[in-house]
Structure formats: structure tokens, C-alpha cells
């Protein structure tokens, strides 16, 4: 498709549980970008990847959170043991380069039970 | 660290009402804005941006002027309509280092018929 895809688009899952979302980005696209949209908020960085460059991890909100992009394409954000105040969407999003502007991904809506 | 403070919604207007949603920001360096929209039942995407000072973004009749001075990047329409009815998120990126976007809250604009 033309556009950045993630998978799952809604997950449910129990608290304690790990859980693999995932990202596919834009052919061509060098960076992407995760965040996460709790009900009301605003987005909230968590982690950014730039081509080959050590990512940028300092949204993280704990080290339960992780996440790795495999051969500068597909990436993973994975969380381990979720609380029930992990429950957000989380959204993808790649761009040309750091400078250009983001193409977002529909959101993968996680519920912790 | 940088931060994005735009106006609490909902924003309830007529058609044809002239539209401001405010936002301000703080930043160390130089940062890019950025207003996005996501429409409902649709993910987010660029509405316009401005990379440096007096810069005016504008798309869909939409507009926002980079102010230095006043670290505002106000969002103006002359006349809304129905469809424009969407939530509206500013942002800026930073254009040093991690190139991190930060995200406002998002304020829920409605336009009624």
C-alpha cells in the first residue's frame, strides 16, 4: 500500500501480557517515529529512528517499553508485562528524512483488561 | 524541555465563522511548526507547517504565521465549514539533535450547519 500500515488495529489484551505491535512504513521512508495518544491527550514521543543512527529512545516511559526497526524498514514496539495504563493508541509514523514532514499510520488501539 | 500549549476544545462554531485556535510554544533552539488534522475515522496528517520565523503556512484556506516573538503559531480560517470539523493538533520539531516532534493536546474543532 502507499501508506504506513500497522498491525494490529485493536488489541486486547490482559494486564501482565507482553504485546508486539507492529509498523510498516513508507517504501523509501528513512525515519519513523512512535508515539502513543492516551484518551484526551495529546501524542507523546516515544521513540524515533533515523536510517542507520542509533534511535532516539527518550519517550520511553519505562523499560518495559522497547522497540527495533529491522533492516531500516518494518519495526516492532513491544511491551512487556502492560499495566492497565498502557491502554492508548499507539500511532507510526515515517518521513523522507528527520527534516520532512510525518505520514502517520491509522493506530494500533491497545486495552488492557 | 520544549513544550506545545494550544487552546482547550471543543470548539463550536457556525459555518462560515472565522476560526482561531491558538498555540504557543517553548523551545531552546530554533524549531520547525506544524499543524496537523485528523479528521473522524481517519489518521492524522500534515495541514500546514512554516520552518522559520514569519513564515506563513497555508492549505485548505487554512493558515498559521511563525511567530518569534510572541512563540505563537496561531491556526486561522476566514469562513469554516461542516467538513472542517476535525481535531486539530500543533507541533513543533526540533531541528537539532533528535529532531523530535512535540505534539500539542489536540483541541476538537465542531462546525455546525
Known amino acids: 500500500g502507499a501508506g504506513v500500515s500497522q498491525s494490529p488495529s485493536n488489541k486486547v489484551t490482559e494486564k501482565g501480557k507482553d504485546v508486539e505491535l507492529r509498523c510498516d512504513p513508507i517504501s523509501g521512508h528513512t525515519a519513523l517515529y512512535w508515539y502513543r495518544q492516551s484518551l484526551g491527550q495529546g501524542l507523546e514521543f516515544l521513540i524515533y529512528?533515523?536510517?542507520?543512527?542509533?534511535?532516539?529512545k527518550s519517550g520511553l516511559p519505562s523499560d518495559r517499553f522497547s522497540a527495533e526497526r529491522t533492516g531500516g524498514s518494518v519495526s516492532t514496539l513491544t511491551i512487556q508485562r502492560t499495566q492497565q495504563e498502557d491502554s492508548a493508541v499507539y500511532l507510526c509514523a515515517s518521513s523522507w528524512d528527520r527534516d520532512q514532514p510525518q505520514h502517520f499510520g491509522d493506530g494500533t488501539r491497545l486495552s488492557i483488561l | 524541555g520544549d513544550s506545545v500549549t494550544q487552546m482547550e476544545g471543543p470548539v463550536t462554531l457556525s459555518e462560515e465563522a472565522f476560526l482561531t485556535i491558538n498555540c504557543t510554544y517553548t523551545a531552546t533552539g530554533y524549531p520547525s511548526l506544524f499543524w496537523y488534522v485528523q479528521y473522524p475515522g481517519e489518521g492524522l496528517q500534515l495541514l500546514l507547517k512554516a520552518t522559520k520565523a514569519d513564515d506563513k503556512g497555508s492549505n485548505k484556506g487554512f493558515e498559521a504565521t511563525y511567530r518569534k516573538e510572541t512563540t505563537s503559531f496561531h491556526l486561522e480560517k476566514g469562513s469554516v465549514q461542516v467538513s472542517d470539523s476535525a481535531v486539530y493538533f500543533c507541533a513543533l520539531r526540533e531541528n537539532t539533535g533528535g529532531f523530535k516532534t512535540i505534539f500539542g493536546a489536540g483541541t476538537r474543532l465542531f462546525v455546525k450547519a
Open positions: 529512528f533515523q536510517g542507520n543512527s542509533a534511535p532516539d
